[in-house]
């Protein structure tokens, strides 16, 4: 059973910066995407981030490109996702979330399979 558990979450001023990590386990192959969507309150789900295990491709859409960076530590099956420059509009709560469905992710994340529970992330103006 994959487990995601996300962390890292807070307060901060807008142009402020947020590290979350993400502790996961339970994948049983290595073509896995493993990432990050968020979701604030009246708005669609949306894919922020994520990472191609089988050959460390990235994807980030318009909205994070510049300003937020994915990164694994396998040794200590962790991910991260840096958050510089923020907004209030990145107010939202964040989660990992993976799938196994293999496929690039030049052009997105894939719906995601699996995720934990969240982590919230205010920006203040």
């Known amino acids: 059973e994959v487990q995601l558990q996300a962390s890292g979450g807070g307060l901060v001023q807008f142009g402020g910066s947020l590290r979350l990590s993400c502790e996961f386990s339970g994948f049983t192959s290595r073509d896995y995407t493993i990432g990050w969507f968020r979701q604030a309150p009246g708005k669609e789900r949306e894919g922020v981030s994520c990472?191609?295990?089988?050959?460390?491709?990235?994807y980030y859409p318009d909205t994070v490109k510049g300003r937020f960076t994915i990164s694994r530590d396998n040794a200590k099956s962790r991910i991260y996702l840096q958050m510089n420059g923020l907004k209030p509009e990145d107010t939202a709560v964040y989660y990992c979330a993976a799938h196994d469905w293999g496929g690039s992710v030049v052009h997105g994340c894939g719906e995601f399979e699996w995720w934990g529970k969240g982590t919230q992330v205010t920006v203040s103006s």
């Open positions: 990472l191609s295990n089988a050959d460390g491709a990235t």
